[in-house]
């Protein structure tokens, strides 16, 4: 038995011997932390200045950065699957993809298995989840929600309140039909304004309605920046005349990769392309700045919208003294490329798309302005929270609390590498499913190119490929050095991690490492 499974066996033996009135005392002494998770969509982490990447000079998000100066940045956060809905499942369950029952955009989530707000809500937490939701079932285990439709609309929004039937009119789930839904023939609710606007009024309505005698668990979560980056009046003349810097390798050629990245059409001023209005007089090198040029500056107003927002926020934590009890959360649920290797969206393994942001603050435990460089991932957001709250882990889940890491220690036994895996094969932008590990300095990708009767993959099979990366000496992933001689050791190291990985996750199937 693995150490990790008998403690929390053993912290499960020893909740049971415990009546519910000596377990309720327990943790009202002990105050429970309020938690208050803030996640956007597709919020890269070189777009919040906190990270000093290249655009840190000339894009400032300087509420988001207060949760860094006054808490902790983890530099090496990642997810395990990058893409919108299964991210959000795993987040919630503490379970990889397969194990929660969402692989793709295609899956439902089962609402009526176990995730983190159903156990907080359980034991005397108010909870609730604001704005994107995107899990086509209704939400379970909340107090109150108010979410948006799929995606939802930046402008005039339709939202589905926990007052209101889950069902519109015509007897089938308001997902199967956004278009209607979004122009108002499916139930729910429009508001008048700006999205990002909306989502923060609902989430402090939630903050001054709450019972004050029970504490709370707010999941408030932005559709932005999310394509199509459409953003509000306020912000519509930032950058106005600004040249954005491009990251280094906007105009990468991918010459030393796999036929994986050259076959994607998620590429800015090629295949898949946007703004041919304001671009199609342009080609080349020219086309592409260009295109980089509207894309990024829309992005990045979606970007300093929610960062104003944020800042409302935790103003009223400070204004109604709960800073100090509450635990603050910023998160991504995924990376995104915003230029790098002349790309936008996810999906990939590479580090802009595989990467989070996360940043925590909890004055009472953790040290303002530290950093972490531990590997994380988002399977351990759920168990995090159910430690802070005093409540046992369930065995079954397979994150790991960062509660030792945000006390400044690093258990012995953490891990030194993760497993990432993609499953919707060519669905979007023709990119192929994959699967992989990441250590510190290493990174192997093996492209098995198979559909495996994954929701909404196609059944266009691709010739198998790997791909290695050295992240020490080739920190932009340009080079895949699979093959070379000189590497040929690490990459059987490497080959035996994954095996090792997916045996221990449980993520068993037919493909087979060549």
């Known amino acids: 038995m693995k150490r990790r499974d008998f403690l929390k066996i053993a912290s499960l033996g020893a909740a049971a011997l415990m009546s519910p009135k000596m377990l309720f005392a327990q943790r009202k002494s002990e105050k429970r932390p309020n ?24 894009a400032k998000t300087p509420n988001i950065d207060r949760l860094a100066k006054e808490g902790m940045r983890f530099d090496n956060c990642f997810c395990t699957n990058s893409i919108c809905t299964p991210s959000r499942a795993v987040i919630l369950t503490g379970k990889y993809s397969h194990k929660n029952g969402v692989l793709t955009l295609d899956d439902e989530f089962d609402g009526t298995q176990q995730t983190f707000p159903k156990l907080l809500q359980r034991a005397g937490y108010y909870t609730g989840v604001v704005g994107k939701w995107h899990l086509k079932t209704e939400p379970t285990g909340f107090n109150y929600y108010n979410v948006l439709p799929g995606q939802g609309l930046y402008f005039n929004p339709i939202m589905y309140e926990s007052t209101m039937p889950w069902w519109n009119k015509e007897g089938t789930i308001w997902w199967e039909d956004l278009e209607a ?19 923060t009024d609902v989430a402090l309505d939630f903050l001054k309605d709450r019972p004050k005698d029970k504490p709370f668990c707010l999941l408030y979560q ?6 199509m980056w459409e953003y509000d009046e306020k912000h519509a003349e930032l950058f106005r005349d600004v040249e954005i810097p491009e990251p280094a390798n906007l105009f990468d050629s991918h010459a030393h990769r796999g036929m994986a990245i050259k076959r994607c059409t998620q590429k800015i001023g090629r295949n898949h392309t946007l703004y041919e209005d304001e671009t199609e007089h342009l080609s080349g090198r020219k086309r592409k700045k260009k295109q980089y040029q509207i894309y990024i500056k829309s992005y990045l107003r979606c970007v300093a919208s929610i960062d104003d927002n944020i800042g409302h926020v935790l103003d009223y934590l400070d204004k109604t003294g709960l800073t100090k009890n509450t635990i603050v959360v910023y998160t991504s649920d995924q990376g995104f490329f915003i230029g790098e290797h002349g790309l936008f969206d996810k999906r990939f393994m590479y580090e802009e798309s595989l990467r989070m942001p996360l940043l925590i603050r909890y004055p009472r435990e953790v040290k303002a302005a530290s950093v972490n460089d531990d590997i994380v991932v988002n399977a351990d957001f759920a168990e995090t929270f159910l430690d802070y709250a005093g409540l046992s882990v369930p065995g079954d889940m397979q994150g790991r609390s960062l509660r030792p890491l945000l006390k400044g220690r690093t ?24 699967f992989g590990v990441r250590t510190k300095r290493y990174k192997l990708i093996y492209y098995y190119g198979l559909p495996l009767d994954a929701r909404g993959a196609r059944e266009r099979p691709t010739r198998p490929e790997w791909e290695l990366f050295d992240l020490e000496k080739d920190p932009r992933e340009m080079y895949n050095v699979y093959g070379k001689p000189e590497y040929s050791d690490i990459a059987e190291k490497l080959k035996a991690e994954l095996v090792r990985l997916r045996e221990e996750f449980e993520d068993e199937d037919e493909v087979a490492l060549i």
């Open 181 to 199: 839904v979004e122009e108002g023939k499916g139930g729910g609710k429009q508001y008048k304004g700006y999205v990002t606007d909306i989502i």
């Open 411 to 434: 258990p012995e036994d953490w891990r030194r590498s993760m497993y990432y895996r993609y499953w919707m094969h060519r669905a979007h932008f023709n990119i192929a499913a994959h």
């Open 222 to 227: 932005h559709k932005a920046p999310h394509d």
């Open 35 to 58: 938690i208050l998770f803030i996640m956007s969509d597709d919020h890269a982490a070189p777009a919040i200045s906190a990270y000093g990447g290249f655009l840190a000079d000339i």
